[in-house]
């Protein structure tokens, strides 16, 4: 369990989320003392509308957390109420352990910034910088030095002369944090900063918002609808849809062992087979697709033998040929570099092994989509209309395969995940 972010997910949680739910998870128990924001039972409606349905969850000090989340599912209003630009209906917001019911958003220990930046364009960067410590009605010595500091911290010395235009798009955004980190915020809110941004930059500034974060040591809490910005940058990513949080855990587990089918569907690519649990053992099955064809799978907890299902299969999980390939099998759970929360493999499994591919299926190749290292082959399996997405290795072992011929793909039986059928919508 981790300790830094409790995956609470309270009593609305949604059938098939996590419940391992903390101690903390009580709205009467008191935060974590290494919590630099604490969100216990948070609820917003609007008239009839919940917008955030019962919301809880604790970030550490110096942490990147993100809320990962379609467009509508209540991340904007989650990050105004802990901002305090909205009032919850219910529920409590403590940042550094203090309470927030009440608390005007300038006199909360938060700063947010937004997709556009909205510096002052007639003001330099020096100039924009200080404003919030003139504000504060800090004198000016003392502005200059800690200007310089901020500056310096962020990346940018000597750039306090220049003007806003004459900076690059991921200068503007480090000046943007700038201005809000010199005034020491417990917890720095950002609501989809790089949306504005081009391809290129956008994908250069992940990496420096990550590396930045982890040198100043601030609290980030990020917003986002990109999956790739979540896994990237964050410590820890919660997974919301219509107002709840369905998941909330490391990138790498979110990826490899989704608590739920929306987050099997929503993290990462996958191809979805529906079928019947034949047997269920465990969290082992056996799965009878609508075509006919069986495979063994892994299966959410609940599920029983007749039991209508979704099973999730990644791309990259399937192997071409996998007579000349071998599958691992046993569980991955996580790496041990900074997960610090799993074991390298789950529980007591035995460490994974390579072995023959437990499923395999003969299809056609529809299609070559060339995409350098995301390449894939859409294909369809034999007698069947069902796309299925297969990883294209751009290894060279695969140039001879074309639009029309027919292979043979396979998986290990823990690749692939079953939740029951349409839950994950
Ligand atoms: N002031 C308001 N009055 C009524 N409904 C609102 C209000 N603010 C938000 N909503 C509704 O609450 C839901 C959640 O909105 P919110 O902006 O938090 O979503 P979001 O996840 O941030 O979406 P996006 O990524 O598109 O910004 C939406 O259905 C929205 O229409």
Request: aromatic letters at 6%; one cysteine or more.
């Amino acid at each position: 369990m981790p300790t830094d972010i409790l995956p609470v997910v309270s009593s609305g949680a949604s059938p098939g989320v996590s419940t391992s739910a903390s101690p903390s998870a009580s709205p009467t128990a008191s935060p974590t003392a290494s919590a630099d924001l604490s969100v216990t039972h948070l609820v917003k409606r609007f008239e009839k509308f919940t917008a955030v349905n019962d919301v809880s969850f604790e970030v550490e000090r110096g942490k990147f957390f993100s809320i990962l989340g379609p467009s509508g599912c209540g991340k904007t209003t989650l990050l105004r109420m802990i901002a305090g630009f909205e009032s919850p209906d219910s529920g409590v917001i403590a940042i550094r352990g203090r309470d927030m019911a009440g608390i005007a958003p300038n006199r909360r220990p938060v700063n947010l910034i937004f997709q556009h930046l909205a510096l002052f364009p007639m003001m330099s960067v020096a100039e924009n910088v200080a404003f919030g410590l003139k504000r504060r009605g800090m004198a000016g010595g003392e502005i200059t030095r800690r200007v310089q500091d901020v500056l310096e911290r962020v990346g940018l010395p000597g750039y306090g002369g220049k003007m806003p235009a004459q900076l690059s798009g991921g200068q503007k955004q480090r000046v943007a944090i700038a201005r809000c980190l010199v005034l020491e915020p417990a917890v720095l809110l950002l609501d989809e900063p790089l949306g504005a941004l081009d391809l290129k930059l956008r994908e250069q500034m992940k990496v420096e918002l990550k590396t930045l974060q982890a040198e100043v040591g601030t609290t980030f809490v990020y917003i986002t609808h990109d999956q790739s910005e979540a896994l990237v940058m964050s410590d820890h990513v919660a997974v919301m849809n219509a107002g709840r949080f369905e998941q909330v855990d490391t990138p790498r587990n979110l990826y490899r062992r989704p608590a739920s089918a929306f987050v099997a569907g929503f993290v990462g690519e996958t191809n979805v087979w529906s079928g019947t649990l034949e047997e269920a053992t465990g969290d082992a099955g056996l799965v009878r697709t609508d075509e006919g064809a069986v495979f063994r799978a892994r299966v959410a907890a609940g599920l029983a033998r007749g039991a209508r299902v979704d099973m999730f299969i990644r791309p990259e999980a399937v192997l071409i040929d996998p007579d000349g390939a071998t599958c691992v099998t046993g569980d991955v759970t996580g790496n041990g570099e900074g997960d610090g929360d799993v074991p390298d493999y789950a529980g007591d499994a035995p460490l994974p092994v390579r072995g023959p591919c437990a499923n395999r299926v003969q299809v056609q190749v529809q299609a070559i989509l060339f995409d350098g290292a995301a390449s894939r082959l859409l294909t369809h399996p034999e007698g069947s209309r069902r796309e299925v997405m297969v990883a294209l290795p751009q290894n060279r072992l695969y140039d001879h395969i074309k639009p029309g011929d027919r292979i043979t793909v396979g998986w290990d039986d823990r690749a692939g995940i079953c939740f029951a059928a349409g839950s994950g919508k």
